[in-house]
Structures are given as C-alpha cells and as structure tokens.
C-alpha cells in the first residue's frame, strides 16, 4: 500500500525563475535550460523582442510572455513576476555565459533558510569587461534571489528601464539582508558583440547612464 502524504508536514517552498530578454535568442535558450533544472516554474518576458527570443524560450521549455513593445526591463521584469505565484524567484538575465544548477543553488540556498532576505550574485573568472564591470557596481547586477513579495513591493519597479537600482534603494531602506555570492566562470555576452561595436557601444552607455542617476532622476520633484 501506498504511503499517504502527512498533511501536517510542510510544503516545500515555491520557487520560480523569471528572465527578462529583449533580443536574446543566440543565449535564452540555454539559460531556460539551466533554469529548468532548478524549477519547472521558468518565466521568460520577452521586452518587444523583434528577434527569434520568445520562440526559442518556449522551444526551450519556458512559458513565455510577450510585450507588445520594448519598455524596459523594469515592465519584463514586473510582467513575469505577475505570470507566476511562486514564493520565491531567481531573477536571471538572458545573455548569461557559463550558468550552471550549482550558481543558482548557491543564490538560492541562503534566501531558504532565512539568512538572507537577497542574494546577489556577482561574475567570477567570466571574462575580463564583464567581471570588472560587475565588481565596480555589484549591486547592478541582474542575478539575484529574493522572496516575490520583496521585489512587488519595490517601488517603480515597472516605471524603471532597468529596474537594479530601485531594487537595491528599496532593500537599503527596508533594512533587509543581502549579501554577494560568486558565481565562477559566469559571464554575459557583450552588446558590442550583439549589436555590433558602435551600437553596442551607444547601448552600454545609455544603460550606465540610466543605471547610475536613477537617485538623481527619483528624487526630482
């Protein structure tokens, strides 16, 4: 006979990973996988990609929401969130390099058991721009683990182009607990290799811009 499940005992903690992609099809697809190993529950928002991007990610295993048009991470990010119901979320960028179950397991591990309200992870030995620019700005980076209702609570979340800075501002002035996990040999694929030199150039720089005056910009009448 069959051993029944003790209705007392507890449920194991939902988990989700949510990826926002604008224009990832060359790596979305291994990232889902990646994520998929950690949790069925995968989410990726496509920000109006004009590429290959939601085709792959369903192709991969991914449910896949589709924004009409491109309006930042910050409205992907939000629009995922609110494709799923799990109590916690991975928060991944979709031109990872190097991922694997253990990064995310390394991430998830301390949010579980209650040290940490957020983790962050920060590139390790992923390449030389990408490591350097992760470590200058750690908390800029776009892998992180948290409780869902922490990052519904953030906010402008959705009013954000790239939501890192909201989310870090909101976990300084709720007194939460995060810390920065490495994650060896991960990296991103640089814009100047998918936009080409020039355009990539001019995305990066538009990106920074907006990252580092988001305090500035928020504190505008």
């Known amino acids: 006979m069959r051993d029944m499940p003790d209705p007392r005992a507890p449920k194991a903690p939902s988990v989700a990973a949510v990826i926002p992609a604008y224009n990832e099809g060359g790596t979305v697809a291994e990232v889902v996988r990646v994520a998929l190993q950690l ?10 990609s004009d590429d290959d991007t939601a085709a792959v990610a369903r192709a991969a295993g991914a449910r896949v929401v589709e924004l009409s048009e491109n309006v930042g991470k910050g409205a992907a990010l939000r629009t995922a969130l609110d494709a799923t119901d799990a109590e916690f979320i991975v928060m991944l960028d979709a031109d990872l390099t ?12 301390p949010v579980l058991d209650g040290r940490l309200d957020m983790s962050i992870g920060v590139f390790e030995g992923g390449g030389f721009v990408t490591d350097w620019g992760n470590k200058l700005t750690p908390n800029l980076s776009g892998q992180r683990v948290c409780r869902r209702d922490l990052l519904l609570a953030v906010p402008h979340l959705g009013e954000e182009r790239w939501p890192e800075p909201a989310i870090t501002a909101h976990l300084k002035s709720s007194g939460a607990r995060w810390d920065y996990i490495e994650l060896p040999q991960v990296g991103q694929v640089l814009k100047e290799k998918k936009r080409g030199f020039w355009n990539g150039a001019w995305a ?18």
């Open 39 to 48: 949790t069925p529950d995968v989410v990726v928002a496509s920000d109006g």
């Open 98 to 109: 190097g991922l694997t179950l253990d990064h995310l397991q390394q991430m998830l591990r």
């Open 204 to 221: 990066r720089t538009r990106m920074y811009a907006d990252l580092l005056t988001f305090r500035a910009r928020r504190k505008r009448p």
